[in-house]
């Protein structure tokens, strides 16, 4: 079992940044595939970053590609994605999510999930 918290979501002009955290216990957080998601209002949970369990590897979906970067310290069990050049678009809960087998970027694979934290980006 591994239990997942994320924090650092906030209310932030378009424009401007936020670093997002998620820190997991439990488990070994080194044996784990790591990706954030996002789900705004009214539509499905949709990919945003995957990264490998020695993030050797990684891979963003187009819409964030130059402007979110995701990291991992796995010294300190905890996952990260900075997010620079926000755009109300960005809105959303942002969810973190881990996987023993490989990363996806269908949300149904992912074995375990934190609670969310929400961001904001205002015009």
């Known amino acids: 079992q591994v239990q997942l918290v994320e924090s650092g979501g906030g209310l932030v002009q378009a424009g401007g940044s936020l670093r997002l955290s998620c820190a997991a216990s439990?488990?070994?957080?080194?044996?784990?595939?790591m990706a954030w998601f996002r789900q705004a209002p009214g539509k499905e949970r949709e990919f945003v970053s995957a990264?490998?369990?020695?993030?050797?590897?990684?891979y963003s979906a187009d819409s964030v590609k130059g402007r979110f970067t995701i990291s991992r310290d796995n010294a300190k069990n905890t996952l990260y994605l900075q997010m620079n050049s926000l755009k109300p678009e960005d809105t959303a809960v942002y969810y973190c999510?881990?996987?023993?087998?490989?990363?996806?970027?269908?949300?149904?694979?992912?074995?375990?999930w934190g609670q969310g934290t929400q961001v904001t980006v205002s015009s």
């Open positions: 990264i490998t369990w020695n993030g050797a590897n990684t």
């Open positions: 439990g488990r070994t957080f080194s044996f784990y595939n």
């Open positions: 999510a881990a996987s023993g087998t490989s990363y996806y970027t269908i949300a149904r694979r992912y074995d375990y």
